[in-house]
């Protein structure tokens, strides 16, 4: 049984910074991509980010950012920990939603969420102006 925990959310003002950690168990040599995404009140699921989580792949630890993110967001992993990370700086009011961690198994675009099979339950990131 897969189990994925988020942490790190919060309260932050606009020009912060947070950092999201999601802890995973279980099968997690399957994974193939680990990543983030986000969903605002009445707006749909967006990609974030996400990591080539797989060791044995030739592209093993590449990321992949959302534009809207790119060059304030940062993912990192932990394979020994089993823990992937987003560091969130220059948060900005429109960067409030709910963010979740999710992992996928199959080979593929990373950016699409009908591809991960698992999810964690969110964790509330709030940016005041």
């Known amino acids: 049984q897969v189990q994925l925990v988020e942490s790190g959310g919060g309260l932050v003002q606009a020009g912060g910074s947070l950092r999201l950690s999601c802890a995973a168990s279980?099968?997690?040599?399957?994974?193939?991509?680990m990543g983030w995404f986000r969903q605002a009140p009445g707006k749909e699921r967006e990609f974030v980010a996400g990591i080539v989580w797989n060791n044995s792949v030739w592209n093993s630890g590449n990321t992949n950012y959302a534009a809207t993110v790119k060059g304030r967001f940062t993912l990192s992993r932990d394979n020994a920990k089993n823990t992937v990370s987003l560091q969130m700086n220059s948060l900005k009011p429109e960067d409030t939603a709910v963010y979740y961690c999710?992992?996928?198994?199959?080979?593929?675009?990373?950016?699409?969420?009908?591809?991960?099979?698992?999810w964690g339950q969110g964790t509330q990131v709030t940016v005041s102006s």
């Open positions: 999710a992992a996928k198994e199959i080979v593929g675009a990373i950016n699409l969420s009908g591809s991960y099979n698992y």
């Open positions: 279980g099968r997690t040599a399957s994974f193939y991509v």
